[in-house]
């Protein structure tokens, strides 16, 4: 290397990850995930922690012979950062971080730092924000000049200021700027979702568990371009194409954010625009990762959100995707409604797909040939205002056609369709 030239390569931060098992969930799949989280958010999982307890210790969540174990270790192996698989309160954070000698943060403050990272659009950006300053507003008392140190690396992306007031009314002046604006926003977006339903369109959601293929999947079903990593929350913001559909019909595929286990209940409100989609959807399309040993957990922990965004009367096709890396899949228990095997990534089950689709969809449409007299030729004005004519000939007996007729207008033409 010249010797007027400075290397600049940002060094990957050393993390240890530490779960307090209380019994509430299993500890090991969770901080597996945790792993994960840290993996997206640029740090490197050197050690993990795991200690028993019936309870939260108040003061530090772990007891103090293991957090004195775990202060030896970050010092050992020169640790960057702590990530707690709980929520910490300031006052644990600080007390820890004291013991420790070394960054502190939880897994709340983990996701927020990702959607920090991954949010593009400004409505992302602003429901991140949101999200992050209502987080730390709980937590002002205690976390003391702790608040200020942002951009440093992870769980320090901040909101964009190099330093946040630590007065609570100015926190909350920020929020309600930020929510005034995200208001208009999603004034906005629901005034495009009415004109969809009033001018027809079909609407699809892909919807699942984070890092299951869901972008791969509209990728491959519309060559979109939309971020495809193996990294947990690639997608943060809503992505729409539409395809063509076997029936001749046309729907909206809407890509939206991956769920987890756990997700913190702010974080959810912060992307209830976005999961609204799915609530407006004429049909559900649940992703899962069939190649996951905890498939099922995953699929159930999105049912669970579903229910609580009130899609339970819209049908649900569930793509069982990643088959061609597991021999035999058995069906999960699921809330129902059709099944289809599926390799997003290699293409495996489109056709499949496409006619869970046209099944689930509600018959807006019907595709039929006909065979109309030429004293009827304006009919085919009729289906053209909101129906395809797909192809049409003229013969001796009449204009025969092929055309996709609106549900409502299926009397006019029904003379004239050929058997």
């Known amino acids: 290397m010249p010797e007027n030239m400075i290397e600049t390569e940002e060094k990957t931060p050393r993390a240890v990850?530490?779960?307090?098992?209380?019994?509430?969930?299993?500890?090991?799949?969770?901080?597996?995930?945790?792993?994960?989280?840290?993996?997206?958010?640029?740090?490197?999982?050197?050690?993990?922690?795991?200690?028993?307890?019936?309870?939260?210790?108040?003061?530090?969540?772990?007891?103090?012979?293991?957090?004195?174990?775990?202060?030896?270790?970050?010092?050992?192996?020169?640790?960057?950062?702590?990530?707690?698989?709980?929520?910490?309160t300031a006052t644990q954070t600080r007390n820890i971080e004291d013991a420790v000698k070394v960054h502190t943060i939880d897994r709340t403050t983990l996701i927020l730092d990702i959607f920090a990272q991954h949010a593009k659009t400004r409505e992302g950006r602003l429901q991140v924000e949101i999200a992050q300053y209502k987080y730390r507003l709980a937590r002002l008392a205690g976390m003391g000049v702790k608040l200020s140190r942002l951009g440093g690396g992870i769980g320090t992306r901040g909101p964009g200021e190099t330093k946040l007031e630590t007065d609570k009314r100015h926190v909350r002046t920020r929020i309600a700027a930020l929510t005034e604006e995200?208001?208009?926003?999603?004034?906005?977006?629901?005034?495009?979702?009415?004109?969809?339903?009033?001018?027809?369109?079909?609407?699809?959601?892909?919807?699942?568990y984070t890092n299951v293929g869901k972008s791969t999947l509209l990728n491959t079903l519309t060559e979109a371009g939309v971020l495809a990593e193996n990294k947990l929350f690639a997608t943060l913001e809503t992505t729409s194409r539409a395809i063509l559909l076997p029936d001749g019909r046309s729907v909206t595929l809407i890509d939206t954010v991956g769920l987890v286990r756990r997700l913190p209940h702010g974080l959810v409100e912060a992307f209830k625009s976005t999961l609204e989609e799915t609530s407006n959807a004429d049909v559900i399309i649940h992703v899962t990762d069939v190649s996951s040993d905890d498939c099922r957990e995953k699929a159930e922990a999105t049912e669970k959100l579903l229910d609580e965004l009130g899609c339970a009367d819209i049908p649900v096709i569930t793509v069982l995707n990643k088959c061609d890396l597991v021999p035999?899949?058995?069906?999960?228990?699921?809330?129902?409604?059709?099944?289809?095997?599926?390799?997003?990534?290699?293409?495996?089950?489109?056709d499949s797909l496409l006619e869970a689709i046209v099944g689930a969809l509600p018959e807006t449409a019907k595709r039929v040939s006909l065979l109309l007299p030429y004293d009827k030729a304006g009919l085919i004005n009729k289906i053209l205002e909101d129906g395809k004519v797909f192809s049409q000939e003229y013969t001796a007996e009449g204009i025969e056609a092929n055309c996709l007729v609106a549900k409502d207008k299926l009397y006019l033409v029904e003379p004239y369709v050929k058997a």
Do not use: W
Not at 33 to 45: D, Q, S, Y
Not at 185 to 198: A, F, G, P, Q, V
């Open 17 to 88: 990850l530490v779960c307090a098992d209380v019994g509430e969930y299993d500890a090991d799949n969770s901080l597996d995930e945790l792993e994960e989280l840290a993996l997206t958010a640029g740090a490197e999982t050197i050690a993990k922690v795991v200690q028993k307890r019936p309870t939260f210790d108040s003061a530090t969540c772990i007891g103090s012979g293991r957090l004195a174990e775990l202060a030896e270790l970050c010092e050992k192996e020169e640790i960057d950062l702590v990530i707690f698989d709980c929520e910490l």
């Open 182 to 208: 995200l208001k208009e926003i999603e004034k906005r977006r629901e005034l495009h979702r009415k004109r969809r339903k009033k001018d027809g369109v079909l609407t699809a959601a892909i919807v699942g």
């Open 328 to 350: 035999e899949i058995d069906m999960l228990d699921t809330t129902g409604g059709a099944f289809v095997k599926m390799s997003a990534k290699k293409g495996i089950g489109v």
